[in-house]
């Protein structure tokens, strides 16, 4: 009956036996038995013999027996949390009413852990009556086709559970539908304004089931408002009573919202160690779904700390495990944070990541995310110096015809997140096109729409585009000021490689900032982001040695305070020398050394020694 065994099955199976002793008579004899691993604690036949045995047990034991032995290895494995190998017993019997039960209780378990594909490929094997008769698995049914996005099928599955329960009310069950009900019209059309889903959930009371996780539903609804504090506060009341209820993924989400929500009110810290934390718990369970909620938002952790290869390395199995079942939102992080890692060394490969992504958020109405899609393939066009590939992308999105409608000339009354990355995406095609006055238009209307919410590193990511693009007007002075000022305002938050890659360019305008001495970033920091700030950094070598003697004794000591960190004002200060002095002679070295920047040419002089 058992593709393998132990004596744990058999005792559970044959309780009248002794089945370790039964076990050993089995080896001794060497009938056909083989050990299936090496702690020789798991068995299984030869198949021929196995076969045979099972042809023998048909032929000599009554089918109520054997419906016995089924009905026992079905509790067995429940017991035993294998659903899969419960319903392989439970399905072989006549008794359908314990089929159903058993299933009923499998998916429940499946939908606690997220095994959303799993629990549809089950219930995908009834008959649409069989599941109308049974109104749980309906509404389990619909509960999974909804959180994986499914929304044609689940909207089908919605009137049919509607129509049945007009005809054969379920008084119990009509909350629960119109529970789901209310998400599903959160989720479907992904717009969230005051609509009447809301305050229904918002009324929703304590019911020990599924219903529970509306509080996790309004953290979210708040989280894309912009309302963190609001969402946080959600977030930790739903974690709480679902995890009370053992329902682990849902309280997964909980964690993903509230690290967004961290995030974005700028804790950066918080937020990182919160991730940690969030990471550690799941880390030994590769490819669950919740390991797939905390490894996503790890990921993006690494990243923005540029910790590449190990963002690059746990995005590849990411990228490997995405599914339905995974929420859009992680699904978007995935893409984008795998195609940003790939750099300059390989921007096919990250253009094909994003290609990837439109496609698939082009299956349902994710405007928000799209919107959000296009500013990051307008960065990452900018970024690797792609211009030509601008127009195709502007046509595809359709993007200059919104501008010339005017989107961007009005804020909307509440927080919309479509709008504010749309906005950033047309200043960033407009930066394209050296229409600098239009794309400050835009970017001010938007830093000042964002200035009355909660929304702070999306204000920081705003701003940088800002000073970059005074930059490129020719206003290097005030461009640097209003860096200086962003600097004092939120610090390192808007040193993180999340903005330097939104914002392209604007990298290099803080590198200048600290080696001006406009401000001074820590040595920890410029250690761990030195690829970012002084990319050739590693790659450039000098021409020759001649070169290396034909410095001045006043370039010998500016280089060796270099080799200290100190920026150029603190090198005037030190040399009693002007800044443009300071300037000249550090333009010399770079040129004598044949480097482009300071980290360059400090890693050379500590190769030779000088």
């Not at 019911?207 to 609001?230: I, K, N, T, W």
């Not at 750099?343 to 094909?352: C, L």
């Not at 899609?373 to 200059?400: F, P, T």
């Amino acid at each position: 009956m058992f593709k393998q065994f132990d004596t744990a099955l058999m005792q559970h199976i044959l309780p009248h036996l002794d089945a370790q002793q039964l076990l050993q008579r089995i080896i001794h004899k060497g009938l056909f038995i083989i050990s299936t691993d090496d702690s020789q604690s798991s068995y299984r036949y030869h198949p021929l013999f196995r076969t045979s045995l099972k042809i023998h047990l048909h032929q000599h034991q009554p089918s109520s027996y054997i419906e016995h032995l089924h009905r026992c290895a079905a509790e067995y494995f429940l017991i035993h949390n294998d659903g899969e190998a419960a319903l392989h017993h439970a399905q072989r019997l006549a008794d359908k009413a314990y089929f159903y039960q058993v299933l009923e209780k499998c998916c429940q378990h499946w939908f606690k852990e997220g095994k959303l594909l799993l629990m549809l490929n089950w219930l995908d094997k009834l008959e649409a009556i069989e599941r109308l008769s049974h109104p749980n698995l309906a509404l389990l049914q619909l509960s999974a086709l909804i959180f994986s996005r499914q929304f044609a099928l689940a909207q089908h599955l919605l009137q049919q559970i509607k129509q049945h329960f007009l005809v054969n009310p379920h008084s119990d069950l009509q909350e629960t539908l119109d529970f789901l009900d209310h998400i599903f019209d959160l989720f479907e059309q992904d717009i969230y304004e005051n609509r009447d889903a809301v305050p229904a959930l918002e009324h929703q009371i304590a019911h020990q089931d599924f219903r529970d996780a509306s509080p996790v539903f309004m953290a979210r609804h708040a989280m894309l408002r912009g309302q963190c504090e609001e969402a946080i506060r959600q977030a930790q009341h739903g974690k709480v009573l679902l995890q009370q209820l053992g329902h682990e993924y849902m309280a997964s989400f909980a964690d993903v919202i509230m690290i967004l929500s961290e995030r974005e009110l700028g804790h950066i810290l918080i937020a990182r160690q919160m991730t940690q934390d969030f990471f550690n718990q799941y880390a030994r369970q590769e490819n669950t779904p919740c390991w797939m909620n905390a490894g996503t938002c790890m990921a993006v952790s690494l990243y923005e700390q540029n910790r590449q290869q190990e963002a690059k390395s746990l995005c590849e199995k990411l990228l490997m495990a995405v599914d339905y079942a995974c929420a859009t939102e992680l699904v978007f992080y995935v893409y984008v944070t795998l195609a940003r890692l790939q750099g300059n060394q390989n921007p096919h490969r990250a253009s094909q990541l994003l290609l990837q992504l439109r496609r698939i958020l082009r299956q349902g109405c994710y405007r928000r995310l799209l919107n959000q899609l296009l500013a990051e393939e307008l960065s990452h066009a900018l970024r690797s110096n792609k211009i030509n590939q601008i127009k195709q992308i502007v046509d595809d999105y359709e993007l200059l015809e919104q501008i010339q409608a005017g989107t961007w000339q009005h804020s909307p009354s509440h927080y919309q997140e479509k709008w504010v990355y749309g906005g950033i995406a047309a200043a960033l095609y407009l930066r394209s096109k050296k229409q600098y006055d239009k794309a400050l238009t835009i970017l001010a209307l938007i830093a000042n729409y964002l200035g009355s919410t909660q929304m702070r590193t999306r204000l920081v990511v705003v701003r940088a585009n800002q000073i970059v693009i005074w930059s490129l007007q020719g206003q290097h002075q005030y461009a640097k000021q209003q860096l200086v000022e962003l600097f004092h305002s939120v610090g390192l938050q808007c040193g993180i490689k999340t903005v330097f890659d939104e914002a392209p360019f604007f990298a290099d305008l803080v590198r200048e900032a600290h080696e001006d001495g406009l401000i001074n970033l820590p040595d920890i920091y410029l250690q761990l982001y030195k690829d970012v700030l002084y990319p050739n950094s590693l790659t450039l070598e000098p021409q020759t040695k001649a070169s290396i003697e034909e410095l001045t004794s006043k370039e010998y000591e500016v280089l060796a305070l270099m080799q200290k960190g100190l920026s150029n004002k603190d090198i005037s200060d030190v040399l009693s020398i002007s800044l443009s002095t300071t300037k000249w002679h550090v333009k010399n070295i770079f040129g004598k050394l044949n480097v482009t920047n300071r980290a360059s040419a400090v890693s050379l002089s500590f190769n030779k020694r000088l």
